[in-house]
């Protein structure tokens, strides 16, 4: 019961506490879709949630392609830029304090110079404290496609590999699963998806991951 007290407190702060990046969107008009994972589940039940709490939920990959629009002026429509985070706690959780994060940022190795400091420059506004401090900034080839909805790949050069599909009734192990966390940036619409598999190999973390069959991403869409 304490468990579940805990749970319904910690979903219903996340729904008023805003969203980790509430930067000034008066940088340019820019849209396109967002793609989100967690090493915590986002849509689950307070027995799974609560037990996650202090031990996973520390690592996310926020990524984001540009359908149109410009930031800072420069065009950068059809591009993506991927921010890897390992936090130092678990990320939402408003009795802990996931900072100082670490970030490594992947820009689209197609941008120009300028392209990719804007692009890595737009992916810090909107990660707010999560990309205080990026180690490090490559280009990669980023590939970033909805099959279906909610169905999305993403590929990050040879280094990120996300996986996701919608949501089914399957996924309702226990009947009583809610949404825990918010996206950690300000999006237009979202939705929990379920991820096959989430995976980072690449430097600078200290740390890599694959995180499989979880209720733990997000898809949106965003306009600023």
Request: aromatic letters at 8%; one cysteine or more; hydrophobic letters at 40%.
């Amino acid at each position: 019961m304490r468990g579940m007290r805990l749970t319904t407190l910690l979903c219903l702060m996340a729904f008023v506490i805003p969203a980790f990046a509430m930067a000034a969107d008066s940088a340019g008009t820019i849209s396109g879709d967002y793609l989100e994972t967690r090493s915590a589940e986002v849509y689950a039940g307070p027995c799974v949630s609560n037990s996650e709490v202090n031990l996973v939920g520390d690592q996310a990959i926020l990524s984001w392609r540009i359908n149109h629009g410009s930031w800072e002026g420069v065009p950068v429509d059809g591009l993506g830029v991927i921010a890897i985070v390992k936090a130092n706690a678990t990320i939402g959780d408003p009795y802990g304090n996931p900072y100082p994060a670490k970030a490594v940022v992947i820009v689209d190795e197609r941008a120009t110079a300028e392209q990719r400091r804007v692009l890595e420059r737009f992916a810090q506004s909107k990660g707010g404290q999560l990309l205080d401090h990026i180690v490090s900034v490559g280009a990669a080839p980023i590939h970033f496609e909805e099959r279906e909805h909610g169905s999305v790949v993403l590929a990050g050069g040879d280094i990120v590999r996300i996986e996701t599909r919608s949501m089914t009734d399957k996924d309702h192990l226990c009947g009583n699963e809610e949404l825990c966390y918010l996206p950690l940036t300000k999006l237009t619409h979202s939705m929990p998806v379920f991820t096959l598999v989430s995976q980072f190999t690449g430097q600078g973390l200290d740390v890599k991951w694959r995180i499989a069959d979880k209720s733990s991403a997000f898809f949106g869409t965003f306009t600023y």
